[in-house]
Each structure stands twice: as C-alpha cells, then as structure tokens.
C-alpha cells in the first residue's frame, strides 16, 4: 500500500507565514550579487532579471532541442512512453522549483541551473559518456564529464555570458553522488571557477569535488537523484526490463510518486530556514538503498548493457577517428565542417577566437557529444555505408 508522508503542523505554518510576509529566505540567492564574464553585457531589467536571461539563453541553445531524442536510461526502444532525457530535465526543474518554493528560495536560479545541467550530455546516456571519456583521454589525456561538458556548451561553443551562479550549478549538479547533508561552498569570481573546470579535465575525480556555490544549486543536485530514481524503475518496468514487484518495501516508499513526495517532503522538514539541504538518517540511507537497488537491477542488468557494447563502442571508436582525420585534413565538404562548424559558427556571439581554431579532438567531441542518439546512427550509416554494424529497436510490442 503507497504511503505519503506530509510536513508536520509546525513546518507548515512556518511557511505560510513567511509566504504571506513574502518573505525570502535569508540564504536565497539574490539577483543583485550576480557576477558574469562581461558585466556590461545581459544587465538585468524589471522585465528581465539576471537569471531569467539565462533560462532564456538555455532555452534557445541549439543543443537545446537535442534533449528530446537523447537516451536517459534505455537505448534502442522505439517507445514515447519511455522517458528521453528532455523529461528527465523537466522533471528536475519541477521537483527542485517545488522544494525552492517551499524553502523561499530564488526560483529563477534555480530553473535555469536545472533546465541546463545536462545540456552536454551525450548520446546512449551514461554509457556514451563513458566511452566517449575514454577515447578522448586515449587521444588527449583529457577526460569528458557530462555536467563540465554542459558548462562548455553554454560559455565557450556558444559564448553566452551565463552567470556565474547558473554555470556553477551546472558543473557541480552530480546526482550520482548522494549526501545527507548538502551546504554550499561560496564562490566568488571566475577565476577559481575557471581552475575547477581545468582539474576537471586534467583529473576526472575533480569532478566529484566540485560543490555548489548557492543553497539553490543544491537543490537542483538532489532533485536530479530524486527526479531519476522512481522514474527510472518505472521506465524499466515498461521496457521489460524489471516486474514491478523488483524492489523492497523502504522508507521512502518503492513508487516513483512516493519516492519523490517522501523524499521532498523529508527534505523540507529538516532544512527549512536553514543554511543547507539536509535528510534524516532513515531517509538518507533508503535513498542510497534504492539507489544501489537499482544499479543492481536496472543500470547493470546485461539487457540494458549488452547492445551497447556489441554495436555503440565500435560505432563511436569509428566515427571519432574518421571525424578526427577528415578535420586535420580540413576536409572542408566534410560532415564535421558542414553539419557541425559551420552550424555552430553560425550563432552571432562574438569570440575570442573562431571556432574551428580549437584543438580537433575538442572540436569532434562537441560534436559526438552534441548528437542525438538517432542522429549518430544515421551519420554512422553515412559514412560506412558497408560496414554490418547496425541497431535493432525494441518497439511498443516487444517483450
């Protein structure tokens, strides 16, 4: 039987009263102090605040549109009613704008760190990041992380003059790692900003240090985890993959809709009018329970892996090298000249350099990284026409 659990009486009041007062919470972000590259740029206006320019910037990304056919879990299904990565974000932004709401927090900051967390993300989901870090660092030493990569999608491909709050939220929003407590680091100007990014990409495990800078930035990072965690078993279920009756009974219930309410709700219970995030120990440990749960019968399960390894690995391996060598031969009818350059030097931003002067395996791994699933299928179609590679979908009546 669902359980949902509800804010106590006392909590609940609070927030009224504060709603009625309008009250922000003392630890929201406010507009006023924030910093971007070019001050004089994107001043904010009564009809455009600081981070609704941002929102607005993300939105109209050309790599915005491509969250709609990219893989969040389940490669290979022909199927709507399993979740692309485009819900996925969605689903963070209205998860972590209920919880901002609830904690009187800066709503707009929040919207924009969510809808654009995951804007460089790959295609083929965790696995294709994944291998794509590993033929980058094979040909670089760099290494690709799905959250750094988004903060170059959005201040260097397209040189937007993001705010440094909204680009910070971004890189530091890692929902693979869950805390108890989630407090804000403060950051300050771009130049420490600008340092963390390159451990980034010189140490894959600085990833994992980074640490928002705003207490909204944190509520973005756990509402990823809790935006994924039911909905990736109800995914699974409809794919075939799990029965419904998978997982045990937890604290925080075994349904998406309980999963998300009781961590939400604990969530606000225990941090309200406080400087950081925080969950009780019973709910902090059912999160990581169900968690580990599901890596267990969904993210290793051989039906979710297998196809990858057989077809994608090879597939990329290919595609990166013959991208790699048509863009050192300047190649210019090449598809990395017409499909990629030449479409993102297209956007009118001014740069400090053109885009196309970057280092190659930069430049092929924004475009590997930029595609959609079917996009990359297609093009690997095209440029070895005879090659026996080939994906077969699993549709709507496929069991």
């Given amino acids: ?17 504060d709603k009625a007062k309008n009250t922000l919470s003392p630890f929201a972000f406010s ?42 879990v389940f490669s290979f299904y022909k199927n709507d009613d399993i979740s692309r990565r485009a819900l996925h974000v969605q689903l963070v932004s209205r998860i ?9 927090l800066n709503l707009e900051l929040i919207e924009a760190i969510a809808l654009g967390h995951d804007i460089g993300h790959t295609p083929f989901g965790h696995a294709g990041e994944a291998l794509l870090d590993e033929i980058y660092a094979a040909h670089t030493g760099r290494r690709f992380s799905h959250n750094i990569h988004s903060v170059r999608v959005l201040d260097g491909i397209f040189p937007y003059n993001i705010s440094l709050q909204t680009l910070n939220g971004i890189a530091a929003h890692d929902g693979e790692l869950e805390l108890c407590t989630y407090k804000p680091a403060p950051l300050n100007d771009f130049a420490e900003f600008d340092r963390q990014i390159d451990a980034c990409y010189r140490d894959k495990s600085a990833v994992r240090k980074l640490i928002p800078a705003t207490l909204e930035g944190c509520v973005v990072r756990i509402s990823d985890i809790i935006a994924y965690l039911g909905k990736d078993r109800q995914d699974a279920e409809r794919a075939h993959i799990v029965n419904k009756d998978a997982f045990c009974e937890s604290t925080i219930g075994t349904f998406n809709a309980e999963i998300i309410n009781n961590l939400m709700v ?17 709910h902090f440990c059912a999160l990581q329970k169900a968690k580990n ?10 039906q979710v892996t297998r196809a990858f390894e057989d077809t994608v690995r090879p597939m990329m ?8 060598t048509d863009l050192r031969r300047n190649d210019r009818n090449s598809v990395i000249f017409t499909h990629h350059i ?22 092929v791994v924004d475009y590997i990284a930029g595609m959609t699933d079917d996009y990359f299928i ?14 077969a979908y699993k549709g709507y009546f496929c069991k």
């Fill in 96 to 104: 972590a704008r209920t919880l901002g709401r609830a904690l009187n």
């Fill in 1 to 17: 039987m669902p359980k949902y659990e509800s804010l106590s009486d006392e909590i609940s009041a609070k927030i009224l009263q």
């Fill in 378 to 391: 297609d093009l690997y179609a095209h440029l070895f026409p005879e090659s026996n590679l080939n994906i």
């Fill in 31 to 72: 507009d006023e102090n924030v910093i971007r590259r070019d001050g004089k740029r994107d001043v904010a206006s009564p009809l455009r605040p600081p981070f609704i320019r941002d929102t607005d910037k993300i939105l109209h990304c050309p790599f915005y549109n491509r969250y709609a056919d990219k893989t969040q």
């Fill in 293 to 302: 749960d599901n890596y267990e019968q969904i993210y290793r399960n051989p």
């Fill in 342 to 363: 030449d479409y993102v030097s297209s956007a009118h931003y001014e740069r400090k350099a053109p885009y196309e002067a970057g280092e190659p395996n930069q430049i």
């Fill in 266 to 282: 604990n969530i606000v219970e225990n941090s309200y009018g406080k400087p950081y995030l925080q969950m009780d120990d019973a």
């Fill in 317 to 324: 391996e290919q595609l990166y090298e013959k991208l790699l």
